[in-house]
């Protein structure tokens, strides 16, 4: 890791050609009046405008640009795994490049953070999205947050800082990007939040779709296992496999009774085939459950989520 960079921002993008040119100058702009070494490191996630092309240029007329390709669209968090793992600086700054998230902000970010926090999460507090997007947004934050603990306004905003010691520590997947505060708080790191401005989008479109949000539920259902039961996974599913099993038992019984006590034929009832089924199942429930979510966490390989291109260092 090179020492002498003390701030990386990292802005994983999909399309956002006409953007581009006019974050890079807001960016330079606010960064130069920080007065610390930095690097811009931008993360193309497959784009199929004229991004790429857009960012070429400006990475040829400042050397302190980055830009990560990728081959094809592999998603926000592998974007942002890639940008945490090529980046230098001791502080990370994670932001969206459809100009909404104000670069001026970076500092109110960086003052909070030195407040002793290892993580600052921006909260879009008068948000400029359409109502398709905030209400869905809302019961998202108050569900994380209520099941959680933990106690943010605006989970998903992707304007953030974290030391490079959460950047390492957090493991990344699938599309648990939503979820970082969460996770480095259940390691044990520090995060607060603080009010930003949020501004319109002004070029381009919006990345959301309903989509999001049926998947935004599965990855939370996988932070709750991995957080809450990956080191005892039997508290959750030995108590459903048990329970499953009983039933298929209780059948069984009730099928044993008739047979031996009231001589009646059993060999034929669909009831004596949903008892076994029951307890075979339960017995599968309790050895394996997910089993396959926790080795995939425990040999969990960043660089198996994408493929680079090319990098532009």
């Keep these: 890791m ?16 006409a953007n581009l040119k006019p974050l890079y100058s807001e960016l330079k702009e606010a960064l130069d009046a920080l007065g610390r070494s930095y690097e811009i490191v931008f993360v193309d996630d497959g784009s199929t405008d004229g991004s790429v092309q857009a960012l070429a240029e400006l990475h040829a007329a400042d050397d302190r640009v980055k830009v990560v390709e990728f081959r094809r669209n592999f998603g926000k968090t592998a974007a942002l795994t890639a940008g945490f793992r090529l980046s230098h600086g001791q502080i990370v ?8 998230d104000d670069p001026a ?25 359409p109502l398709s997007k905030t209400l869905p947004s809302r019961l998202f934050n108050w569900t994380v947050a209520s099941l959680t603990r933990v106690r943010l306004h605006d989970f998903n905003c992707g304007f953030k800082a974290y030391r490079r010691l959460v950047t390492e520590e957090v493991k990344l ?26 501004r319109p989008r002004r070029a381009g479109q919006s990345k959301y779709g309903i989509g999001r949000l049926g998947r935004g ?16 996974p039997l508290h ?16 069984n019984a009730y099928m044993a009774y008739l047979r031996f006590f009231l001589d009646q034929a059993i060999g034929t009832r669909p009831l004596l085939l949903l008892g076994v089924l029951s307890m075979l199942l339960g017995l599968q429930i ?28």
Excluded at 93 to 100: F, S
């Design 93 to 100: 700054v994670t932001m969206d490049a459809d100009l909404q």
């Design 105 to 129: 902000e970076i500092g109110v970010l960086l003052g909070k953070l030195e407040e002793g926090y290892d993580l600052v999460a921006a909260w879009r507090f008068e948000r400029q999205d």
């Design 236 to 251: 959750l599913f030995g108590t459903a496999g048990i329970a499953v099993f009983l039933v298929g038992f209780a059948i």
């Design 217 to 232: 539920l599965l990855d939370f259902l996988t932070v709750i296992f991995l957080t809450t039961y990956l080191k005892r």
């Design 286 to 313: 309790i050895s394996t459950g997910l089993l396959g979510e926790m080795l995939r966490n425990l040999t969990f390989r960043p660089e198996e989520e994408y493929s680079i291109r090319r990098v532009l260092d």
């Design 173 to 198: 997947y699938g599309e648990l990007h939503r979820f970082i505060p969460v996770l480095a708080f259940l390691k044990g790191f520090r995060i607060t939040e603080v009010k930003v401005v949020h």
């Design 2 to 17: 090179r020492e002498d960079i003390e701030l990386s921002i990292v802005i994983p993008l999909l399309n956002e050609e």
